[in-house]
């Protein structure tokens, strides 16, 4: 226990000098050891007068027993599960507590699971850059390959329901970052043009989905899910798009992200009034009270990321931190700030991922954040983003039934809500040169940017399956139309790109 201990102090220190990201994980791993080194000092004192002899060959007969265990485990068998299971549990009796209270080892998962979820992970990856080169966001394609994998149809991926755990980490993380990218000074220049926009691309898109959800039959409360699910933007999609489009970082460009991110916020607080819709026992004032606290918690993080958060940390704290620090430092305070905000939306009836949002927000103008997000969790973010779509969402998808007339016809109706959001483009006002012309090509990137839903439509459906509001044909229907719109929203974007460079190299030319 000693030797351990020592080990992963050591570890610690030198992964401290390269990778500050993994020092948290080191920390709680120094933490288990110390507990194994320290717990019974008793029996520590009694294994000191044992014969040197015995211990020796004990240790080499147990170290020759996990041999030929790890060696069955990686080849797959030699022996068979029967005899693998036999000799876990004889080296379980006989290398645990030498105090006694001797417990078998159990391994959970087999070389088969690890082989399995790689080749899965391979493949969403394969699926998600396929996707790109045909000009379509990757969720589209680990989204399909996950609903081809999963468990509804070949139950190729093994702890589906671990995997789909570890995607919803990716979605908290997408969330923080999405908080990160607020630009305050814009949000000033913007705001209310920005507000008005994602007000109208909100409420349109709910009243349009849930007028033809009650059309077709769904109860209130399933059409509800259905309008929830049309409101929000899809966030990364719509900024990959006008970035390869060179037109993110235009005043047209921040007004169509600040109007997607207002947009997730307005969805937020509609799946917070979900959740309590779905508990039996709220109800009266307990309807308002998401609204209320959420309202509260805008307004006192956006005080906290103004004024207090940037004065504390660049002012008092990081002047009393090690500059080699600063990166673990400040990696701590944001996934620390994340997991308090994300209990106090879960307690107050506000939905959790609001307070992702807003952790990142209150961080969103220390320069030194951003350095530390992009280059040590982003990659991790992404990673765990594509087992969100192509786990945690697309294992829950019926594929066997989706294909049907019914779901394919809900979906396809479903999908008409999406003229809500290309109406969003009437808000963008007249930003380039005095032509009238430009007032036109504004709309359409606006409106084709807004048109595409993502991963909070995905969630909104997801949830309503999860407190039983809708059935999985109505979420399949859902996806359906998440579906239609990643395939059309994108295309049409970098069509209407594609035809203003042109047109814009026209006129230069004639000039």
């Known amino acids: 226990s000693f030797s351990v201990l020592c080990s992963a102090s050591g570890a610690s220190v030198c992964v401290l000098m390269v990778r500050p990201a993994l020092t948290c994980a080191l920390l709680l791993a120094l933490a288990c050891a110390a507990a194994a080194g320290g717990a019974s000092p008793n029996c520590t004192r009694r294994r000191l007068v044992d014969d040197a002899s015995v211990a020796e060959r004990e240790s080499a007969q147990h170290l020759r027993s996990w041999r030929r265990l790890t060696w069955r485990w990686l080849t797959g068998g030699d022996g068979g599960d029967e005899r693998i299971g036999d000799e876990r549990r004889r080296l379980g009796s006989a290398s645990d507590d030498p105090c006694g209270d001797h417990s078998g080892h159990h391994i959970p998962f087999t070389f088969n699971d690890v082989e399995q979820f790689a080749l899965f992970y391979i493949a969403l990856w394969a699926c998600g850059k396929l996707a790109e080169a045909l000009w379509l966001p990757s969720l589209a394609g680990e989204l399909l390959c996950g609903m081809v994998l999963g468990p509804r149809l070949s139950s190729f991926v093994p702890k589906p329901d671990a995997v789909m755990m570890i995607g919803q980490v990716g979605l908290v993380l997408e969330m923080v970052s999405c908080g990160l990218e607020v630009d305050l000074d814009m949000l000033v220049a913007y705001g209310p043009r920005a507000l008005c926009a994602a007000l109208l691309g909100s409420a349109l898109p709910f009243a349009i989905a849930f007028g033809l959800a009650t059309a077709v039959g769904l109860s209130a409360e399933a059409a509800y899910v259905v309008a929830i699910a049309a409101m929000p933007t899809a966030v990364g999609v719509a900024t990959k798009v006008m970035n390869m489009g060179h037109v993110l970082n235009t005043p047209l460009g921040q007004l169509v992200l600040l109007a997607t991110v207002v947009d997730d916020i307005i969805a937020f607080i509609n ?234 190299r026209a006129r230069n030319w004639a000039i």
């Open 271 to 504: 799946l917070g009034e979900l959740k309590v819709l779905a508990d039996p026992e709220l109800g009266g004032v307990s309807y308002l009270w998401p609204v209320l606290s959420s309202v509260l918690l805008l307004a006192g993080v956006g005080w906290l990321a103004v004024d207090v958060v940037p004065r504390l940390v660049e002012s008092k704290l990081l002047p009393r931190v090690q500059q080699r620090h600063h990166d673990v430092v400040l990696t701590s305070l944001l996934c620390a700030m994340a997991v308090g905000l994300m209990a106090v939306c879960h307690r107050t009836k506000t939905f959790p991922l609001l307070g992702a949002f807003l952790a990142g927000l209150s961080f969103c103008s220390i320069a030194p954040v951003h350095h530390v997000w992009a280059h040590q969790v982003k990659r991790i973010q992404y990673s765990l983003l594509r087992l969100f779509y192509g786990a945690t969402i697309a294992f829950e998808v019926p594929v066997a039934t989706m294909w049907t007339g019914r779901i394919i016809g809900r979906g396809a109706l479903f999908f008409l809500a999406i003229a809500g959001k290309f109406a969003t483009g009437f808000t963008v006002g007249h930003y380039s040169a005095h032509h009238r012309s430009h007032d036109l090509q504004n709309f359409l990137r606006a409106g084709f940017a807004m048109a595409v839903w993502g991963e909070i439509s995905l969630l909104a459906g997801f949830q309503g399956l999860v407190d039983n509001v809708i059935d999985e044909d109505t979420f399949g229907s859902i996806v359906f139309a998440v579906l239609l719109s990643v395939f059309v929203g994108p295309w049409a974007l970098r069509w209407r790109l594609w035809h203003d460079r042109k047109a814009d």
